[in-house]
């Protein structure tokens, strides 16, 4: 209970902060879309938020208008247009999101949401402990796995590599991080985030928890996790 107060009054604070200071950014952003290619500045999808709720995803749109295919990117995407290219590698298409975590449907730090039609693909452990989180701007499973899009783009099947390996493996890292509830990890994952977008190859290698915690979560199956998340003191 206390975590989820204080994470929320981090999300409202951070994300009021962020609006201030990125105003300009998004006026310049936002006309670069309008002059690039037709249609509206932001993109919404809908998205699998906590409690499975759906809701609307907000983002700078960074594909052409009105364009089709696969609800995942691959690198090399011809959908995605010159300034999409640049907001999706400086995570700047994100910024508008701070709207759905105003309006209480996402937090700053919490499990990335996937589209709606994606939900099947969970497991059914895993996705009880995801779902009874806020969903995130970021989180541990996209931090390593910020190159996704490359390894889609190398891949034979896009789909089946997506669901079979690295949504499984994503997930398992979501819910690493979920049952820690620790504001203190929380910190430490938007502090890598920046790093991550401004250093790219250069950033090192992040460690996950340590110590017995990190024991029980790497021997324990999934299934067991919640047990560990209502024992455990961090």
């Known amino acids: 209970m ?3 107060f204080f994470k929320r009054v981090f999300d409202i604070s951070v994300s009021i902060f962020l609006a201030i200071i990125f105003v300009p950014v998004v006026l310049v952003v ?3 879309i309008k002059l690039e290619s037709s249609g509206p500045v932001l993109f919404r999808q809908a998205r699998t938020g906590r409690f499975e709720q759906p809701f609307y995803i907000i983002k700078f749109r960074t594909m052409r208008h009105a364009s089709s295919g696969l609800n995942i990117t691959a690198c090399g995407d011809n959908r995605i247009t ?3 290219r640049v907001l999706r590698r400086t995570k700047l298409d994100e910024l508008p999101q701070i709207i759905n975590v105003l309006k209480g449907e996402m937090s700053i730090v919490g499990p990335r949401p996937e589209v709606t039609s994606h939900l099947p693909h969970y497991d059914i452990e895993s996705k ?3 779902f009874s989180y806020r969903p995130g701007i970021t989180d541990l499973a996209s931090l390593l796995y910020i190159h996704e899009e490359r390894l889609l783009a190398e891949s034979q099947d896009p789909l089946k590599t997506y669901f079979e390996i690295i949504l499984p493996e994503k997930n398992r890292l979501r ?4 049952i820690q509830e620790s504001m203190l990890f929380d910190l ?3 502090i890598w985030t920046g790093l991550k977008i401004m250093l790219r190859h250069r ?3 992040i460690e996950c928890p340590t110590g017995d915690v990190q024991q029980k979560l790497v021997d324990t199956p999934i299934h067991e996790l919640d047990v560990i998340k209502k024992d455990a003191i961090y």
Request: with cysteine; proline share 5%; hydrophobic share 45%.
């Open 203 to 205: 950033m090192p290698v």
């Open 2 to 4: 206390h975590y989820q």
């Open 175 to 178: 819910v690493r991080h979920l």
């Open 188 to 190: 430490k994952i938007c």
């Open 30 to 32: 936002s006309l670069l």
């Open 128 to 130: 009880k402990i995801i």
């Open 82 to 84: 010159r300034v999409g």
